[in-house]
């Protein structure tokens, strides 16, 4: 059988729980093979009146229990591989906090600041020109990644209704709220990570006021996580972008540090505080450490000298397989991304379901359907820690791959339910 679009990375985690869940070839295949995957190279004009080729993809990994759901990042890593899995941790994390969704995730392979923003809105609506016929509130519904915002999603959404020829609020989200976005979707992603925090530190016992934190990344998720985890009492001690780091032991004034980045362009060079490295700062003795920036950060390498005792993978695969199993023989808590950053598109599904209604919510009470997902999801989590006697990451995989398997044998595409379940 033609196996070439099979995702190594995916096939990987899977590998992880394949034996407790007992999963034969089909069973594989549906969760390593994307669905549908989009590569294309298109042109666009640069200021300059030079034409250029941007190289884009979107790849829907799975929609058995819904449309699949998922941002566009711009980054010059971008590849395909890359986009498989994070299609993939789409498809589980939109599981995990129980969406009608399945998953999906594109991307353009730019350096975005190399870019005019007359440049960014003609590539972004280019991209879009070459997915129409594959997205649309019930077929593929993206949304703003890495480098992507709501800026940007409003170009989207123009260049589609343009297209269309009338209004699809529900085709894109993480849109505008002018432009039928929901409130607090802007924060949402740091928000839900916030409240899934609370719920640890909760059974950890830890006190805000006593539990220090470093955040890896100041892009919108690590910026606004440091700033309310800050305005919630927790010690902040170190944040950095992606230049440079800083660190203070008695905690820093986010409110400051943001002042400061938009003044200066860096976090770095802030006043009362030592600059330190990226490197440096996932190693700091701290009680919890949020990557929030890219993934891969936390790898084999240096493992073994990471001193938290709780990571919160607010990022997309900011720890490898084998960064992870290190974690776990050194009794680090590691809240996996699936769970711990889902509150974005919890958020980008209230702003879908307000768009179908047409009836749209204040930000407390999008806040409290929010907290109500999040703390749902750590709940769910808890129970198959338990009944399995795993970890976190084994409890979500566990959890999601047999709803999205159960939904595949619904449909007629599997014969047999899952063996554990
Ligand atoms: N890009 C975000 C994520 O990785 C949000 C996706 C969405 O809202 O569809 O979860």
Not at 401 to 414: D, T, V
Request: hydrophobic share 40%; glycine share 8%; with cysteine.
């Amino acid at each position: 059988m033609e196996k070439d679009n099979v995702c190594i990375d995916c096939h990987n985690q899977v590998d992880k729980v394949a034996k407790i869940l007992k999963l034969g070839q089909a069973e594989l295949d549906i969760l390593t093979i994307p669905k549908r995957i989009l590569t294309f190279s298109y042109p666009v004009k640069l200021d300059s009146g030079e034409i250029r080729y941007f190289t884009g993809y979107r790849v829907q990994f799975n929609d058995a229990r819904g449309p699949t759901k998922g941002g566009i990042r711009f980054h010059p890593d971008v590849n395909l591989e890359e986009i498989k899995t994070l299609a993939f941790l789409m498809t589980l994390k939109c599981t995990v906090v129980n969406l009608p969704y399945g998953g999906a995730k594109g991307g353009v392979m730019i350096e975005p600041k190399r870019f005019s923003e007359a440049e960014i809105e003609r590539i972004s609506r280019g991209y879009i020109r070459e997915i129409k016929d594959f997205i649309g509130p019930d077929i593929d519904i993206p949304a703003p990644d890495v480098n992507t915002d709501s800026r940007i999603m409003a170009w989207m959404l123009d260049e589609y209704e343009k297209i269309k020829g009338r209004h699809v609020p529900g085709v894109i989200t993480g849109k505008p709220v002018a432009l039928h976005g929901s409130k607090a979707r802007e924060f949402s992603t740091s928000m839900g990570g916030a409240y899934v925090l609370g719920e640890m530190a909760g059974a950890l016992n830890l006190k805000p006021a006593k539990t220090s934190v470093a955040v890896q990344g100041f892009g919108n998720v690590g910026m606004n996580i440091a700033r309310i985890l800050h305005e919630w009492g927790y010690k902040v001690v170190a944040v950095s972008d992606s230049k440079n780091g800083i660190y203070n032991a008695n905690g820093l004034d986010i409110k400051d540090v943001i002042a400061h980045k938009e003044k200066t362009g860096q976090v770095a060079k802030f006043k009362g505080a030592k600059d330190i490295s990226n490197e440096e700062l996932l190693e700091l003795k701290t009680d919890v450490l949020v990557p929030a920036a890219l993934e891969n950060q936390i790898t084999k390498k240096n493992a073994n000298n990471i001193k938290a005792k709780l990571i919160l993978e607010m990022a997309n695969g900011p720890v490898t397989t084998e960064a992870d199993d290190i974690l776990l023989k050194k009794d680090i808590m590691v809240v996996p991304d699936i769970l711990a950053n889902a509150g974005g598109v919890v958020v980008s599904y209230f702003e879908w379901v307000q768009n179908s209604m047409n009836f749209y919510w204040s930000e407390n009470e999008v806040l409290d359907k929010l907290k109500t997902y999040m703390t749902n999801a750590v709940k769910d989590m808890s129970k198959v820690c338990g009944e399995f006697n795993c970890d976190m990451r084994k409890a979500l995989y566990i959890n999601s791959i047999r709803k999205i398997l159960e939904a595949e044998r619904l449909r007629g595409n599997l014969a047999q339910p899952v063996k554990s379940a």
